[in-house]
C-alpha cells in the first residue's frame, strides 16, 4: 500500500468517444497480441491498430486475476490492475495516448462471478463444502445458472449492488476508460436454471432486466458517453428492452461468418 501517490497526469481530457453506429472495435487479449505481453508495447503499437480502421479496443480483462496465464474470466480483486501487464499508470498511460489518437478503451467486466482467492468469498467461506457459506452477504451459496464458474455473485443482494455500483464508477473515473463489455451478462440473475435447464436460462427474466438496466444507468452517471455492451444470448424480447435502455448487445454471426 503506497499512500499519497501522485496523481497520473492525464493529458487528453476532452477525448468524446465515437458514436455507437460508428465503433469499429478490435478486442484483444494482450498476453497473446505481443510477445512483451506489456502496456508500454501496446502503446508503441497504436499506430498499427489505428491504420487497420478501428477507433476502439476492447481489453480482456485486466482486472487482477488468479495466476498469470489466464484470459482474465477469473478475477479475485476486481480494483486492482493485473500485476502481469504492467503498472496501474502503465494502463493509463495506454489509455491517455489511445485518447490522444481517437481510440476509445473498452474494459471487458466480469460482474458474474469471483473466484476463491477473492477477499469476498474467503471472509464468508463454508470449508466443509468448499463454497460460500450462507452468511455470505456478495455471493451464491449455490450457482444459479449453468453456464457459471467460480463464486456466483446474488445481485439482487444490496451488498453486491452496493459493490458493483462502486467498481463501475472506478475504471471510469480512475481509468477514464470509456465503457464496458459484461461478460457473461445473463448470468446476472436468481433465477434458478442450475445445473443445467440452458434454455429456462435464457427466457424473458424481468428481474435480471432490472439489474442490468440500472447498472447501466451507473455506468452513465460516472460518463453518459460510455458504452454498455452485453454478451447476453437471452430472449429477443428480453434482448429489445435491452437495447432500448442504451446496451448494446453481443449477436452470434458465426453460421454468416463461415458461409460467406
Known sequence: LQTAQEPYPWKNLSFTPPAVKDLVIYELLLRDFLAAHNYPSLTDTLSYLKSLGINAIELMPVMEFEGNISWGYNPNFSFAVDKYYGTKNQLKAFID???????AVILDIVCNHHFGSSPLARLY?????????????WF???????????????????????????????????????GYRFDLSKGLTQKNSYPGNVSLWGQYDAARIDILKHYT????????????????????????????????????????????
Request: charged content about 20%; glycine content about 4%.
Open 97 to 103: 495516448a489511445c485518447h490522444g489518437m481517437g481510440i
Open 125 to 137: 467461506w463454508d470449508g466443509v463444502n468448499q463454497r460460500p457459506a450462507a452468511n455470505n452477504p
Open 140 to 178: 451464491n451459496t449455490i450457482p444459479k445458472h449453468p453456464y457459471n464458474v467460480g463464486n456466483d455473485f446474488n445481485h439482487e443482494s444490496p451488498d453486491t449492488r452496493r459493490y458493483m455500483e462502486r467498481l463501475l464508477r472506478y475504471w471510469i473515473v480512475e481509468f477514464k476508460v470509456d
Open 217 to 260: 444507468q451507473v455506468v452513465h452517471a460516472a460518463n453518459p458517453n460510455a458504452y454498455a455492451i452485453m454478451e447476453h444470448f437471452a430472449d429477443n424480447a428480453e434482448e429489445t428492452v435491452l437495447a432500448s435502455n442504451n446496451m448494446m448487445l453481443w449477436g452470434n454471426m458465426t453460421y454468416n461468418y463461415q458461409e460467406a
